[in-house]
């Protein structure tokens, strides 16, 4: 993590919080369903609940949050249990006007931007699941949450949404790969993930290589020089996207944003099979 990494993570986090904003502040049919069971005022409701959340459970904040007992739901929760405490959330949270969540966001995000200058980046915090998460991670991983459900309501809404490269890229290394290198705590005790070794080597133009690897119901973060099945090649939004189940493999490498090459190319779809992300 360096100085410039720091900055760029929060300069990117203020213009797609305010994307994001104004995007919500538009809608005219906010019960149109945007993605799983939510709605459009649900999902941009679920994401200000997160930014919300982060102003009261990063080190300087001085606040209990409004909904009582979350932050411990939230530090207890394993992966498959996070849906639970995103509906326990939003229960307690019942904002569903576009245009009054659209404030709520602006107001929570400047308030993170303001508390980050008393923050280490580089402080570990308990996260989801208790995983120990560097201060900057959650700040990427709110990113990759607005670009994530900005798109998801662009495209309920007919509108358009773009991911820039760099803030896929931060959130694939800053947030996902940096929460898979350290103590995941209770994050993954559920995931029943592969017993053979399958490791795949991601490279772009965007990142640093690194090596993922699963084996045991554990995920490895190695070096790039280390052993590995296949090499994949990708544009960030495009990763993250089939990550999050938002893109299939087949279009993403039909379109040239994903490509695979090595003596074991078939083990990428294996590995994505195999591992979930929050």
């Known amino acids: 993590m360096t100085p410039q990494q720091w900055l760029a993570v929060r300069e990117s986090l203020r213009l797609t919080g305010d994307r994001f904003a104004n995007l919500v502040s538009s809608v005219g049919e906010p019960e149109r369903p945007a993605v799983g069971a939510w709605s459009v005022a649900e999902t941009a409701a679920h994401v200000s609940a997160v930014s919300s959340l982060y102003t009261t459970m990063l080190p300087v904040s001085v606040r209990p949050h409004p909904i009582p007992g979350i932050e411990g739901r939230i530090r207890d929760a394993a992966l498959d249990e996070v849906a639970v405490v995103n509906e326990f959330a939003l229960a307690h949270l019942t904002e569903r006007d576009p245009v009054g969540l659209g404030d709520q966001l602006r107001g929570t995000i400047g308030q993170l931007l303001a508390m980050s200058h008393d923050l280490d980046p580089l402080r570990p915090v308990g996260w989801l699941g208790n995983a120990q998460l560097p201060v900057a991670s959650w700040y990427a991983h709110l990113l990759n949450e607005l670009h994530l459900h900005g798109r998801d309501i662009a495209r309920a809404v007919g509108a358009r949404w773009g991911t820039p490269q760099r803030d896929a890229a931060m959130a694939f290394e800053m947030f996902l790969v940096t929460l898979l290198r350290g103590d995941t705590g209770r994050l993954l005790v559920h995931e029943s993930m592969a017993r053979s070794r399958i490791a795949i080597r991601f490279r772009s133009r965007y990142t640093t290589p690194v090596v993922l690897a699963i084996q045991d119901n554990r995920v490895a973060v190695d070096p790039p020089e280390g052993t590995y099945d296949v ?21 993403a490498a039909l379109t040239g944003q994903v490509a695979a090459w090595g003596r074991k190319p078939w083990q990428v779809s294996a590995f994505l099979r195999a591992v979930r992300f929050p």
């Open 231 to 251: 090499t994949l090649m990708f544009r960030p939004a495009a990763l993250m996207q089939v990550l999050f189940r938002r893109l299939g493999r087949t279009r």
